[in-house]
């Protein structure tokens, strides 16, 4: 099986090449992240801030922003809205952006893969002053005990179905110029 598994939305366009360049960064660090031989232990372990900071020297070398730490001064906060005299009054955190090409990029792991936290952050990604682009990173595959006994979720192949049944019905009408789903 190819790695990372990626997809990128809408179906009709060419991936650009910053795409390409994403992908290549998690290609790069595959045995750090790669979730699909890994036992439900090792799995559990592999937290989104983990994968994140194996990417972050990538990303950095591609001129994205990338968050730092959980501590405050490390995060990195996106305007939504703005109240009384210019002030941000509505912001988002989210893992990195590329402000010169507009790419916000959110990373999950097992919980986001097992609690839906690709809806919530495409709908808050979609808010995002100056976001033209959006990339999502959820593990292919996500091993958990859970009673004893361990089970499965396939974050990458559920959020790709999600984004399929949204470009394709055109009832929701994203605000990006493009989507890159990237699984690892």
Known sequence: MPYPLW???PRNVRAPEWAQQ???V???IQQLTDTQPLPAEAASALTSDIVLSHM???LETLGYVVEGSKKSADKIHR???FGENGTTDVKYEIDAFHDELGIAVEVEAGRGANGNADYRDIVR???LLDARFMV???PIVYRFKSGGKTSKTNGYSNTLKTLDAIYASQ???LPFEGVLLVGY
Do not use: D, E, H, I
């Open 22 to 24: 994403f992908v290549s």
């Open 26 to 28: 998690v290609a790069a």
């Open 171 to 173: 009832r929701l009408k």
């Open 125 to 127: 990604t979609s808010l």
């Open 79 to 81: 305007p939504v809205l």
């Open 56 to 58: 972050r020297p990538g």
């Open 136 to 138: 999502l990173v959820m």
């Open 7 to 9: 997809s990128y939305f």
